[in-house]
């Protein structure tokens, strides 16, 4: 049972870390979408270090939205998709590990790379580490709500765009908490934990719903 | 029973020309009244004088661009459970009327905000997430639009209308969750109606009529769907015909 799916989790991960994977040009957007930011509000110290862990959040999103596509396309486009479409394992399960492979190859760096670029934007330690965790929990939601957009878009040319469209608004609620939660890191009256654990909550709850309408709309787009 | 009845669209469509004159002239004696209750009945307001008038189109278009979800949230199950095959044709047509009725909901809200609050756009919760259903609806929209087989389509959009349907009570509680400059909910509450019968009812009766405008342009729309694919399908039926003919000589 388990031996199926740590295969198709090396492989996803192997597929989008080598040569033509392009996981880490998802961290290198991330950085791109940070520069550009001073650029366009100025380089007040102190305004970045306000809205600091929303651009972070915002650029984490951007790029999350970009890597989607090719959750499914390559699998699609070299028919390894109806392999597994075929191969008899439950589809939910089989798109979750996807996901949590996709994560690990483009969510994680982000995650990681957070904490360094937090620094152009003159974060405090505090807020580092806040916004590091809140991404942490939150990017996996991002990913696995994206999943129901990428499968849904799976058949079209070009659906790029029409993905970013369909997953932004369910992306909102993760942003909204994981925003409020690494502010209220720092400013001290409001609680950290309320808006950490709804936005657990979410990544929750996307691990079933994710999966699910996910399966269900490959299902249907390969007949 | 009734529900599968209607499965053939040629019963649909005669059912549908039968009722439809009824909806029209009820939706047309009801928007008689309300709007006069609206502009003779209702007293202004003591604070907001006649811009409180703005509240008659406003609130029951709010309503009906939830229910319109609602109604194609119902249609999706109909499309993925029963494989009801006039379940797509509804969510379809639901939803450009839906939009629209969003639409109405933001631009009299903003119109009504500018004199109140001083200003058009507020990123309150509640108008927040009214703007995002609106994006969602174009979403929609557009996955219908992008997507060339209607079966497929309908499938597709049924599965992303159902994870929207998650939004709906998002929205509906999201004044209780972020508590902000927008007035809490006070016509739909356990405890009964807070405001005055003389607002109420002129309210009440223009959400009457505004429902049974959706009814009225939900049917004509579904009746333009189902000519719509018949025709699609004519038309596939006559190039397939004519490759037909022209094939064999090909093949010989």
Redesign the interface.
Known sequence: MSGWMGALFLRELRLSLRVGGGALIGVLFFLAVITVIPFGVGPDLNLLALIGPAVLWIGALLATLLGLDRLFQADRDDGSLDLMLMAGRPLEVLVLVKCLAHWVGTGLPLVLSAPVLSIFLNLEPLAIGAVALTLLVGTPALTLIGAIGAALTVSLRRGGLLLAVLVVPFSIPVLIFGVSASGAAVTEPTPFLTPFLLLAALTLISAVVGPVAAAMALRFSSD | MAILDLANPTRFLALSARLLPWLAAACVIAFAVGLYMTFFVAPDDYQQGATVKIMYLHVPAAWLAMMCYSVMAISSLGT?IWKHPLADVSAKAAAPIGAAFTLISLITGSLWGKPMWGTYWVWDARLTSVL?LF??Y??LI??WR??EDPI?AG??AA??T???A??LP?IKFSVDWWNTLHQPASVIRMDGPTIHPTILWPLLVMALAFTLLFFVMHLMAMRNEILRRRLRTMQLQAASARVGVATPQAAE
């Open positions: 993925l995002v994006i969602m174009l979403g557009a996955l992008t997507i497929r499938k597709a599965v992303l159902l994870v929207g998650i939004n998002i």
